[in-house]
């Protein structure tokens, strides 16, 4: 079992920044990838971002490309999401999960691990 717990949720102004945090924990050295989600109200929970957990590897959602950034730190079996230039569409609960079977996944059901979710709401 992996688990995974996400900090760094709050409000800021449309064009201010974000970090979060996901930090893994138990059987990590099974994972391929971390990925963040995000799933805002009313709405289906959508692929952000992921990062390969066994390489350098990352890719994005279209929408945040060029905004946001997933990093890692193995030493700390830690995975980040730093979100620049802010947009109230940004808005949503943000989810950390992990691949215990590939890098490349961005669908919900192909991800087998899962945080509880932060909070993060941009305001205009």
């Known amino acids: 079992q992996v688990q995974l717990v996400e900090s760094g949720g709050g409000l800021v102004l449309a064009g201010g920044s974000l970090r979060l945090s996901c930090a893994a924990s138990?059987?990590?050295?099974?994972?391929?990838?971390v990925g963040w989600f995000r799933q805002a109200p009313g709405k289906e929970r959508e692929f952000v971002a992921a990062?390969?957990?066994?390489?350098?590897?990352?890719y994005y959602a279209d929408s945040v490309k060029g905004r946001f950034t997933i990093s890692k730190d193995r030493a700390k079996n830690t995975v980040y999401l730093q979100m620049n230039s802010l947009k109230p569409e940004d808005t949503a609960v943000y989810y950390c999960?992990?691949?215990?079977?590939?890098?490349?996944?961005?669908?919900?059901?192909?991800?087998?691990?899962w945080g509880q979710g932060t909070q993060v709401t941009v305001s205009s």
């Open positions: 990062h390969s957990w066994r390489g350098g590897s990352t």
């Open positions: 138990g059987r990590t050295f099974s994972m391929y990838a």
């Open positions: 999960a992990a691949d215990a079977t590939r890098f490349g996944a961005t669908t919900e059901r192909e991800y087998d691990y």
